[in-house]
């Protein structure tokens, strides 16, 4: 019996190392199958490198295994339930928190998007080449960062204007002094005026003249002021005045035909003659009054310059009267007389 115990011991220790060899074998191959499967990627969070080991395949398994959580609005590179490789490289950007102040609304916001253009164009938030941004659109995205839009519009006005018309006075030597005519009527013009107003979030916040045109151009209106001079005869009555171009001062004294001293006939070969209601003759210097002239006297009345004398020289008139008591009584004089249109 101890012989069978004794070849029996034999048999087994023969069998050992051939068994621990098989499972040494199976083992490593085990080992290197394990190894074969692994794989090491490299996850970069907002710049933030982690190197992850692994023999999973599934990119959310590989992050939920580490710890690694992809928010909603967070931005990754590929899709979560992608499968990745050995050597692989997965960014991930994580959202921040930001404020956007726009159309009268605080929203809250969390995006990962690079700049503030991007999160308002990833918002669907509608921004015209007016709007205001502040800070500008290629400011980076940072936590805590209140963006706000000012919306800017513009609008054209275009209003008519009346322009006022000038009056333009001439003075007019054939009028009467003081008086006004209306030789052309104003006519106001018009204009078109555009106006450029600028609203910001529907208020108004400035407005200037961008254009300006003349439909139509305004008519002066022109009135002729009268410069000629009259005179108002002494008489009363109803007696008309009498427009003059200029007065002289002059010395008179009278003459008559009553006592034969003085022809009848006068140097422009007129009788001479006394009308109180019309013109008489009188005598002058045809250097300074002009034979034909028509006058008014003071105290006299009408005249014509018809005659001359010898006597009559510079600044003096000799007015014709009926009679011999008229003229002494006239005397020497000394009068203002009108020279009439």
Known sequence: MMIKFKDKLKSNFSIWPKTVFVVVLILLSAA?????????VEVV????????????KNLKTILENNGITVAQKDKISVELDSEVNDGDIIYINKAVDVEVVVDGKNLSIA???KTVEDMLEAENIKISQEDKIVPSMDENLQAGMTVEVTRVKKKLLKEVQPIAFETETRKNSELNQGVEKVVQKGSKGKRTITTEVVYENGKEVNRRVVKE???????NKIIDIGTLAVVRPSRGG???????SSMISCVSTAYTSDRG???TITATGTTVRRNPNGYSTVAVDPRVI???TKLYIEGYGLAIAEDTGGA???NKVDVYVNSYDEAVNWGRRQVNVYILK
């Open 261 to 263: 001293d003085s022809g």
């Open 45 to 56: 969070v907002d710049g933030q490198k982690v190197e992850i080991t692994t023999l999973s």
């Open 111 to 113: 995006s990962a998007e």
């Open 32 to 40: 290197v199958t394990i190894w074969g499967l692994r794989n090491t």
């Open 312 to 314: 009559i020289i510079g």
């Open 213 to 219: 045109v003349v439909s139509k151009n305004p008519i």
């Open 238 to 244: 109803n007696v008309k005045d009498f427009a003059y």
């Open 290 to 292: 002009p034979l034909g």
